[in-house]
C-alpha cells in the first residue's frame, strides 16, 4: 500500500540546564528547561532508515551545555535565538527549528535588611516561558511568557446577568472571590528588544490591571489584562488562559451561623477556562 509522509519532526525534550554566575558581589542562578524540534527533509529516515541527515538528538542536549557555558546569558529568548542560529547552521537538512524554554524562578533569600548573595529560594510555582523559531528564509520570531501566575481578588468581581434555563443552578453575585492562574503568551514585534526589561513590565501590567479592574466577568478582566499590556509598543499579540479557580461560600446555616461573604471551599474540578486573544490592530 502506497503511503506518504505529510509531517514530521524531531527533537531533544527536557534538557535541564542550572548556571551559577558567580559575581563578586553576588551570584547569578538561572535553571532553565530546553526542548528542541527539527523540521525539515528527514523522510528519508523515517521510510528508509537513512540517518545521514539525522543530527542525533543526544548532540542537541550537548549544545545546550556548550552554548550556555561560552555565552553567558541574562534572558532565555537571547538564548533561544542562540540555539536556533546555531542549529539551523549545524545541521542542513533541517529547515526550521524551534526552541521552547522554560525557566524555573528563583529569587534571593532575604538575610537581614539585603538579599543574600549566595542563596536562594524557588518563586513558588510561577515560571517565564518563551518560544523561539527560525528558518532558512531568515525568518525568526520570539513569544515570550507567564506559565501559573496564580493570583486572587476579594473584591470587585461580579458575574450576573447571564442566561438561565431549567438546568442552571449557579446564583448571580456581585461580590464574589476571584482567583486563577494565569498563562499569558505575548508576540515581540522584533526579535532585539530588551527582553528582561519587557517581560518584566508585561508582568506588572497584567498584575495592576487584574488588581484594579473592577471586573463582571473573567472574560471582562481578561480582555483589560491585555489591553494593558498591549499599550507596550514592542508587544504586537498577546494570547490569555485564566482558569477559574472556583472558591464556593459555605453554607453555614445548619450551624446557626450566616456566611458574611468570609468563609469559602476552594475547588479544583470541574472548573471554567477563559482564554482569548488581544491583537493590536493596524491604524
Keep these: 500500500m502506497p503511503v506518504t509522509l505529510t509531517d514530521n519532526n524531531y527533537g531533544k525534550q527536557a534538557v535541564r540546564l542550572v548556571t ?14 530546553v526542548a528542541i524540534r527539527f523540521e525539515g527533509d528527514f523522510a528519508a529516515a523515517y ?22 557555558a561560552e555565552n553567558p546569558f541574562e534572558d532565555i529568548e537571547s538564548f533561544g535565538l542562540l540555539l536556533t542560529d546555531h542549529f539551523l547552521e549545524a545541521s542542513p537538512r533541517a529547515s526550521a527549528v524551534r526552541v521552547n524554554l522554560t525557566e524555573h524562578l528563583w529569587e534571593p533569600i532575604e538575610a ?14 510561577e515560571q517565564r ?24 481578588k476579594t473584591a470587585k468581581s461580579a458575574f450576573e446577568g447571564f442566561p438561565r434555563d431549567r438546568y442552571t443552578t449557579l446564583k448571580e453575585t456581585s461580590d ?15 526579535t532585539d528588544v530588551a527582553f528582561g526589561r519587557l517581560w518584566h ?50 453554607d453555614l446555616t445548619p450551624f446557626g451561623l450566616e456566611n458574611r461573604n468570609e468563609i469559602f471551599v476552594a475547588t479544583v474540578e470541574p472548573y471554567g477556562l477563559i482564554e482569548g486573544t488581544l491583537r493590536r490592530m493596524s491604524s
Design 201 to 250: 513590565e508585561v508582568r506588572r501590567r497584567l498584575l495592576e490591571a487584574f488588581a484594579h479592574h473592577d471586573s463582571l466577568s473573567v472574560q471582562h478582566t481578561l480582555y483589560a489584562m491585555g489591553e494593558a499590556a498591549l499599550e507596550i509598543a514592542e508587544v504586537e499579540e498577546i494570547h490569555l488562559s485564566m482558569p477559574n479557580k472556583h472558591h464556593i461560600p459555605v
Design 129 to 152: 516561558t518563551a518560544v523561539v523559531t527560525r528558518d532558512r528564509q531568515g525568518g525568526a520570531g520570539v513569544v515570550a511568557g507567564i506559565e501559573d501566575l496564580v493570583v486572587m
Design 20 to 33: 551559577v554566575r558567580r559575581e563578586e558581589e553576588r551570584h547569578e542562578l538561572k535553571d532553565v528547561t
Design 112 to 125: 537581614g535588611e539585603s538579599p543574600h548573595p549566595h542563596a536562594f529560594r524557588r518563586a513558588g510555582s
Design 47 to 68: 521510510a528508509a532508515g537513512e540517518n545521514q541527515g539525522v543530527f542525533p538528538t543526544d548532540t542537541m542536549k550537548n549544545t545546550v551545555y556548550a552554548l550556555a
Design 176 to 190: 464574589r472571590l476571584l482567583a486563577t492562574a494565569v498563562r499569558a503568551t505575548w508576540t515581540y514585534a522584533r
